[in-house]
C-alpha cells in the first residue's frame, strides 16, 4: 500500500431528513416480524448503506450472523427511489429473500413510503423451460428417441414421460421456472427442454421470442423496483456487457465472499469431442456432408488424442493438441461460412440452422482461446467419473474484469459474514478489483487516503472507485457462547483420510457431547472413517452424507436428539440448526485448497515468480473463508452454546493460523482437552435436562 501523503475530507454525511427515513423504514419493517427487536449492528449497516448510496462510494460490509443484514440493506434499498438488484451466492438465500423477507418487508414500509414497493425474481435462461425445445422434434434426439412410444421401458422411457409431463406443465404455466413444476423432473429431462444461455439464437431470431418464459422473467425485472438474481447471472451480465440485469442505481452483492469464484465459473470455458460431435450433428441438414464430416472427424481425433493424455494443467500446449485443435478450428469456419447469414424467424427450421450457427460460434470461440495459450489463462485436462476427457480454460484472475465492470455507473455493496480475512479487509477488496489505496477500512482509522486521480480528458479510462469497509459485528456474544478448540497434540493430518489419533480425539469429544456433533470433513473417505469409528465405539445415532437426501439428513439431526451428522462440502454452508441438537461442530483439517488443482496451482506460481507467497496470497486466505463458514454452524441463536473443535494443529503452531483464527467469529480459545471435554459434559447433562 503506497504511504498515504495527505488526507482528506470524507464525503458528505448523509441528511438529518435520510436517517430519519431510514430508521422509520427500519422501525416499520422490523415491527412485522415476530418477535423483531432492534439490533445496534443492523441499525449501522442501514447507515451505511444510505450512505453509501448519497456520497456513491463503494461499501464493503462484514455482518455477522444474527445482524440481520438483509433488513439491513433491503430498507435503504427501498427508500433509494430507484431500481435496486440484490445479488446472491446460494438458492436458500434467494428464495428467502423472495419468498419470506420482501412480501413482509414491501407491506411494512408502504404506509411510510406512500406506496408499495414491487419486487421480482430474475435467473438464467437455462431455470426456464425453452418453448423452442418444447416443440416436438427439437429436443436433442437425434435418433428420434421423442417419436418414440412413451411406453417404452428403460431410462429413455421415463425421459419421454418426464418431458411429456414438461411440455403439458408449460402449456399452463405463468413462469416455466423449474423450481414451478411440481413434481419435478431430473436434470437430464431438464436439459432436454431448456435452453443453455451460451446455445440461445436470441428472441429476435426464434419463432417463440414473444412467449419466451426467459424474456417474460427479464421483462418483469425492467419494471420492478428490487431485482433479486444470482452471482452467476451478474457473472455474465458482467462478462457480456451488462445487458442482462436490468439497470440499477444500488447493487447489493449478499455472500460476496463468493463472487469472484462465480465469475471464474462464468469464465470458464470447456471443450470435448462430444461437444463437437453435437455441434455438427446439427449441421445435416444445412451444410454439405463433406464440412460435416470434417468437423465430426476433427472430434474423432480429439477424443483419440485427449484418451491418452494425462490430466493436470497445460502450460503449453503439446504439439499434437495443438494441430488438433487447430483441425477443429478450420472445420468448424468452413461449416460457418457455408451456413451463411442469420435466417429470420418465420423461416422454415429457424431455430435449428440459427442454433447450428449460434453452435458453431461458440466451438470456434473456445478452440481460438485454448490455442491462443494467454498468459491471461491457464488451461488443463480432467477427467471424472462419467464424464469424458474434457479441456478447461479459465483466466487466471478475474480482479481486473472486476474493477472494471462491477464498480461502473452504480453503487455497490458487497456483504458477508467473511470478508475481513485475518482481520483486515485488504485481500477480499484486492480480489474484487478494488483499489487498496483508495478505500477507508477500520485499520485506517476511518481516514481517507490519497484521493483518486480524475482521469485525463482523452482518456476512457475511469478513476479508481472510492470505497469504504465497515464491520458491524455480530449480536451473539461469541466468548461467552463458545469455544475454539484445536487439537494442538495431534500430529499434522496426513492425506491418508483420518488418522487413528483424530479418530480418538473425535470419538472423546462426541462422547463428551453426548452426539449433537456436527462432522465436517475434508473428504469422503475421512468422512466414513469418522462414522465407522463412531459407530464402533458408541451408541449414538450417525448419519452420514450420501446416505438420504441433505434435505431429510438436516432434518432428521435437528428433531432427533443425541444425533450426529458427517459429511464434507454441502455440509460446510446452509445448515441452520439452532439449539441443543448442534453443539459440537467438528472439523478434521484446514480445508487448503488442493496444490494439484489447475487454477489454484497457476495463481500460487504467478505469486511466488512475482517474488511474494503463492501459498499464503492464494492457499490461507481460501482456507480461512471456508473454516469461518464451517465454525459459523455452530452459534446461530443467541441462546446457542457449544464447541468447535479443529483436530489439525497447524491451526495452533503455524505461523499462519493466528491470521486463520483471526477470521474465525471470536470464540474463547482452548488448547486443552481436559477443558473442553469438561466444557461439553456441563453442555450435554444441562441439554438432556431440557428434553
Partial sequence: MAPVTEATEAPPARSEADQ?????????????????????????????????????????????????????????????????????????????????????????????????????????RHHYACLARLEPGAADDDDGLFDTDTQWLGAAGKLVQQVTRVREWAEESDTGDRADLDPGVDDNAWRQVSMPARECVGAARCPFGDDCFAEAARAKARQADIVVTNHSLLAVDLLSGRHIVPEHALLVVDEAHELTDRVTSAAQAELTAELISRVGRRLRAFVDEKLRDDVEGSADLLERLLDGMPTGRLERLPEPLYDALFLVDSSARAALDALGGEVGPEEADAVKRNQAKQGLTTLVDIVERLLAQSTHDVAWLSREDRRPPTLHVAPLSVSAALGSGLFRNRVVVAASATLALGGRFDTVARSLGLDVEYGRTPDTGDVRPVEPPEPDDDSDDQPPPRWRALDVGSPFDYPKQGILYVAARLPKPGMSGLSDGAQRELVELVTAAGGRTLGLFSSRKAATAAAEALRAATDLPVLLQGDDSIHLLVRRFREEPQTCLLGVASLWQGVDVPGDACQLVVIDRLPFPRPDEPLTAARSKAVDDAGGSGFMAVSVPAAAIRLAQGAGRLIRAAGDRGVVAVLDPRLHNARYGEFIRRTLPPFWYTTSPDVVRGALTRLSETASARV
Fill in 20 to 124: 430519519r427515513q431510514t430508521d422509520e423504514l427500519l422501525a416499520a419493517a422490523i415491527g412485522a416480524v415476530p418477535g423483531g427487536m432492534d439490533r445496534p449492528g443492523q441499525r449501522t449497516m442501514a447507515h451505511a448503506v444510505t450512505e453509501a448510496v448519497h456520497s456513491d462510494e463503494h461499501l464493503l460490509v462484514q455482518a455477522g450472523t444474527g445482524t440481520g443484514k438483509s433488513l439491513a440493506y433491503l430498507v435503504p434499498a427501498l427508500a433509494t427511489g430507484k431500481r435496486v438488484v440484490v445479488t446472491t451466492a446460494t438458492l436458500a438465500l434467494q428464495a428467502q429473500l423472495v419468498n419470506h423477507d420482501l412480501p413482509r418487508l414491501v407491506e411494512a414500509v408502504a404506509p411510510v413510503l406512500g406506496r408499495t414497493p414491487t419486487f421480482a425474481l430474475l435467473k438464467g
